[in-house]
């Protein structure tokens, strides 16, 4: 069995798409609490999204393993433990957990430098302001938040990352 596409933009691409003119016509009727609304909508989507995308191509190992209980131990062990996106600290940590720190090592040569680099980038600015907003109200607030059309952008700088990630990963068969 091959693994299909496993970073998926259709959906989420459309969302953030629909929160962006959701956006706009609330500045038009000049209603500040539904542009608010709306940012962190578009930025809380865009972060689940992300960490669904890792989780998946961290799932797409299974093809791989013969054991159940190694299979159980990359659900229960490796993917529900996570709790983030950051390169480092949980994407790069899973695929270690999983491929070893030479087969990391490998990969990470294989990936467009420059791609990788806007990706790790694009993951250390959101972290920041995902965790700020997630866990803080907006009643009253006068945070900073991106605007939907800002969290499109990295969302398209994410995307590609991913897709570089699962590419090579895919070219040495390890998925």
């Known amino acids: ?54 989780d998946d191509i961290l799932i797409s190992f299974k093809i791989k393993l013969k054991e159940e209980k190694n299979i159980e131990y990359l659900n229960k062990r490796i993917i529900k433990q996570n709790h983030g996106f950051e390169y480092h600290k949980h994407f790069r940590e899973m695929l270690i957990k999983v491929d070893g720190i030479v087969g990391v090592e490998k990969i990470e040569k294989k990936v467009n430098y420059r791609k990788r680099e806007i990706f790790e980038g694009s993951l250390g600015n959101l972290k920041p302001m995902r965790h700020n907003h997630a866990h803080t109200y907006i009643n009253g607030t006068t945070a900073r ?31």
Not at 24 to 44: Q, T
Not at 147 to 162: A, H, Q, T, V, W
């Open 145 to 175: 938040i991106h605007i939907p059309s800002e969290s499109k952008r990295y969302f398209y700088e994410i995307y590609d990352g991913l897709k570089e990630f699962e590419k090579q990963l895919k070219k040495t068969k390890k998925i």
């Open 1 to 54: 069995m091959k693994n299909k596409n496993m970073v998926k933009k259709t959906y989420i691409l459309k969302e953030l798409k629909k929160l962006d003119k959701l956006y706009c016509k609330a500045i038009k009727e000049g209603n500040s609490d539904l542009e608010k609304f709306y940012s962190k909508l578009a930025l809380m989507e865009l972060c689940g999204w992300i960490e669904q995308s890792m």
